[in-house]
T-cell receptor
Framework: GENVGLHLPTLSVQEGDNSIINCAYS??????FIWYKQESGKGPQFIID?????DKRQGQRVTVLLNKTVKHLSLQIAATQPGDSAVYFC????????????FGSGTRLLVRP | NAGVTQTPKFQVLKTGQSMTLQCAQD?????MSWYRQDPGMGLRLIHY???????DQGEVPNGYNVSRSTTEDFPLRLLSAAPSQTSVYFC?????????????FGQGTRLTVV
C-alpha cells in the first residue's frame, strides 16, 4: 500500500479492549464533524458524524464525543477488533468555510491479537 | 451504483509532462472535490466544486486545474508535473455543497513524478 501513515501518532490496543482516538480541531466556527477510517490502499470511509448542536452520538460499536469548549473530538471504539486496524482521521467543516472538509493529520490504530 | 470512480489507479510521469486524473460519480452529488495525501499527513484540499460549471480553490491549488462541465465528472489536470506533486490523490463527492453531509471517496490515484 501507500506510505500513508508514516510518522503518524500510533495507538496500540489489545483485541477486545476499547480504543479512544482524539482529535483537536482548529476552527471554532466548525459545525459539522466526521470520523473517517482509511485502510491501507483504500480511500477514507465514513464512520460516524456529529453536528455542533450535539455532544455525543453513538453508532454500532463507535461513539463520537464533541467538546466545543476546548475544540476536541474523540472517537471511541468498543471491543476493538483486528479489522479496526487502520488510520483514523477527523474532519471538520462549516458554512463559514464554504463547507470545505478539512482533515486532521490522522492516528494509526494497531490492534494486537 | 459504483460510487466514486477514479482512474488511473497508478501513474508515473516525467517532470514537465501533463496529465488528467479522472473522477466520476453516479450518485447525482452536487459537491465534488480533490485531495492529495502525503506520507504522515492528512488529506489536503486542492480544488472543489459545488455544482456543474462552478469550481473554486482549496488549500493547495497551485499546479492543478479543474473543470466541472457535468454533474458526474470532475477531472484534475496537472499542466506541468513536478516531483513535489508525487502523492496519492483522492476524489470525493457529497450530496450537497450547501449543507453539511458526509463525503464519499474514491480509491485513489497514486502518482509518481520522476
Amino acid at each position: 500500500g501507500e506510505n500513508v501513515g508514516l510518522h503518524l501518532p500510533t495507538l496500540s490496543v489489545q483485541e477486545g479492549d476499547n480504543s479512544i482516538i482524539n482529535c483537536a480541531y482548529s476552527n471554532s466556527a466548525s459545525d459539522y464533524f466526521i470520523w473517517y477510517k482509511q485502510e491501507s490502499g483504500k480511500g477514507p470511509q465514513f464512520i460516524i458524524d456529529i453536528r455542533s448542536n450535539m455532544d455525543k452520538r453513538q453508532g454500532q460499536r463507535v461513539t463520537v464525543l464533541l467538546n466545543k469548549t476546548v475544540k476536541h473530538l474523540s472517537l471511541q471504539i468498543a471491543a476493538t477488533q483486528p479489522g479496526d486496524s487502520a488510520v483514523y482521521f477527523c474532519a471538520e467543516n462549516s458554512k463559514d468555510s464554504s463547507y470545505k472538509l478539512i482533515f486532521g493529520s490522522g492516528t494509526r490504530l494497531l490492534v494486537r491479537p | 451504483n459504483a460510487g466514486v470512480t477514479q482512474t488511473p489507479k497508478f501513474q508515473v510521469l516525467k517532470t514537465g509532462q501533463s496529465m488528467t486524473l479522472q473522477c466520476a460519480q453516479d450518485m447525482n452529488h452536487e459537491y465534488m472535490s480533490w485531495y492529495r495525501q502525503d506520507p504522515g499527513m492528512g488529506l489536503r484540499l486542492i480544488h472543489y466544486s459545488v455544482g456543474a460549471g462552478i469550481t473554486d480553490q482549496g488549500e493547495v491549488p497551485n499546479g492543478y486545474n479543474v473543470s466541472r462541465s457535468t454533474t458526474e465528472d470532475f477531472p484534475l489536470r496537472l499542466l506541468s508535473a513536478a516531483p513535489s506533486q508525487t502523492s496519492v490523490y483522492f476524489c470525493a463527492s457529497s450530496y450537497s455543497g450547501t449543507v453539511n453531509t458526509e463525503a464519499f471517496f474514491g480509491q485513489g490515484t497514486r502518482l509518481t513524478v520522476v
